[in-house]
DNA sequence: AAGTGCAGCGAAATCGATTTAGTGTTCACA
DNA sequence: TGTGAACACTAAATCGATTTCGCTGCACTT
């Protein structure tokens, strides 16, 4: 086992001083270029590297950046995840990433143990549990002691920081123009309950649309879906009760499940029923029929939401100006909506 | 903004040495229980943490562990890191998630970047190009500096380290065994180049079960597909070239990109043809039909995983001999299949 | 009164790097 | 011959913790 090197080692078995070694291997001027060329050789026959650690602790950088999301098992947020670790990676950056898993006690435990050393600064994406209690103190604190924060997707107003989101409410206006558009009149809406803020949003942009387009809202084709495991029943019993020609789902899991009730149901999508999903991921890509869907680009706001966090840490001094970038979405015509 | 305090502002604060502190803090019998509280109130007021830096630096240990995947757009991908998270976050260990992209050149960068300092161990599956260059002397490097290795799914025989493997060959096997009991005879397989092992052993398990239940294995039923660029095209010759009456595809993407060729084709599925795909994932559960699948417990794997790295980190030497993990599969039937 | 033991605390080394403030030698020039 | 700059290098502080060893003062023994 060929252990790992030091510069005292090198020091030593070159009968020179740690400084000389450090000096030499940043090409200071103030070493020969013969001691240079020998601690080089030297270093680069026994594979020496800098140790990290010892670097963080003197510079007080780890270059390390966490992000805290709620759940990984979720085309969206793999793809934001990708997005900040390329942008990361090529800032010279490492990425460590916690999941809350939707808990408030494993969001503010993921903080804590991460902002006492190990990173230069966070991004986050609130969990539900979180966003339904509105207890936001453990953000505070972190900002507080002056460790920077983005928070996108999932945000607050409460908490003054980097911002990078989705339009929302007019990405969802958009979508419900656009079924309406194709000929839709009675648009049924799968979307969350009102406290996690993406679902509010939608909500409120697909009323909006309706409004804009004089047709009336019926609330009894809004229904709100908390878990995966009601999403059948509440389904099955908006077709049993309701008469519609349009599904919008505030994701695409939702839209998927009413496409297949419609599909047991003899229906022919989409000229009887027309379907529209949110974030376009490989469920929408690869349903049958193919599902239209409004396209996040979660990759690009991941590599938006790395690049703000690490110029605010490259930046020289707190300007307490913070930034809210919005992501532009797009709709993905495919197989399950009538060309408009 | 409240910065953070270190040892030496409360030695200095309440006017004892820093090796009171640090003993005082840690309940150490040689400190008066007078000077512990005083000194234990001190930091709960100032909401004093241990900068994880200099621990590090002192304990020669970060209580981190990377892992390098080949992608994390992924559905099996994300269960095990779930798994490796989970589990890692319950033995007090950080995960730092690395893509690698399928390629050598990042894995790499990220094994060499991590080795210095920020990591105590690795888990790897390996990239796509390195199984195809086999050039593994960047796992030898490591392994040799002393630091555990421990390989899933993606792995070599090559190296030597701890391993947590899905039995492919088995499971395989199994599943075409089970098609052919349901009453298929003639199976099409979507593989992958050789190459990739897993899908080698897939491969391999396949016509083991054909030939043991007496059945010719027609090479023009194998169909190999390297990107998922040319999935489409391959398929539709597939189609057009050859007569069958049920796909296996080595993931859940082949099984259901061939199912929709199917759908287009006006096929009834699955009296005229059945389907099943490898890693039960949501394209299986919300395909139309719903396809039947082999359940590689990717949650589990990744639990694995982290156990055996964090295992062998807190044993007290290296024993030489390592582990191998079998990851057992099962067979989730739906909609995709005839009942056997 | 001198020696012993212990409680309670502090000084300093250590981890592996960087960086500032010297130190010692050589050589040029007045 | 003496002075000072230039050069090449070193000592030591520093980052924030832990830990070993040593020191002080008091109580108690003999």
Redesign the interface.
């Known amino acids: 086992?060929?252990?790992?090197i030091t510069m005292k080692e090198i020091a030593r078995e070159l009968d020179v001083s740690i400084s000389t070694v450090s000096k030499a291997l940043n090409n200071s001027p103030e070493i020969s270029q013969d001691t240079i060329d020998k601690v080089q050789a030297f270093a680069k026959f026994y594979?020496y590297?800098?140790?990290?650690?010892?670097l963080?602790?003197k510079n007080k950088k780890?270059k390390?950046i966490a992000v805290i999301i709620p759940e990984?098992?979720?085309?969206f947020f793999?793809?934001i995840?990708?997005g900040i670790?390329q942008k990361a990676n090529e800032l010279g950056y490492?990425?460590?990433?916690?999941?809350s898993n939707e808990s408030f006690a494993k969001e503010v435990i993921n903080l804590?143990?991460?902002?006492?050393?190990?990173i230069d600064g966070f991004l986050l994406s609130l969990s539900k549990e979180t966003m339904a209690k509105k207890d936001f103190h453990h953000l505070r604190?972190v900002i507080?002691?002056?460790m920077p924060l983005v928070m996108f997707d999932r945000v607050s107003d409460e908490i003054y920081c980097d911002k990078v989101i989705i339009d929302d409410a007019r990405a969802s206006y958009n979508t419900v123009k656009h079924l309406i558009y194709s000929g839709c009149q009675r648009i049924a809406l799968l979307t969350t309950p009102d406290y996690v803020s993406v679902g509010k949003l939608r909500t409120l942009g697909y009323k909006n649309a309706l409004k804009d387009e004089g047709i009336e809202i019926d609330e009894n084709l809004i229904v709100r879906v908390e878990t995966v495991e009601e999403l059948d029943g509440k389904v099955k019993s908006l077709f049993d009760t309701e008469k519609f020609d349009a599904v919008f789902g505030v994701n695409e899991?939702y839209a998927?499940?009413a496409?297949?009730e419609a599909?047991s149901r003899g229906l022919i999508i989409p000229q009887e029923m027309s379907f529209v999903g949110f974030s376009d991921g490989?469920?929408s890509k690869?349903?049958?029929p193919s599902l239209t869907t409004v396209v996040q680009h979660g990759f690009e706001m991941g590599q938006k939401a790395a690049k703000m966090l690490i110029d605010r840490l490259e930046s020289d001094h707190t300007d307490d100006s913070y930034k809210m970038e919005v992501i532009k979405t797009s709709i993905l015509q495919r197989e399950s909506t009538k060309p408009v």
Chains 1, 2 share one sequence.
Do not use: D, F, W
């Open positions: 086992m060929k252990k790992k594979n590297k800098p140790n990290n650690i010892a963080s602790l780890t390390n990984i098992v979720h085309h793999t793809l995840i990708s670790e490492n990425v460590i990433v916690c999941l804590e143990t991460m902002a006492s050393g190990s604190e507080n002691q002056g899991l998927v499940v496409m297949r599909h490989i469920l690869y349903a049958y």
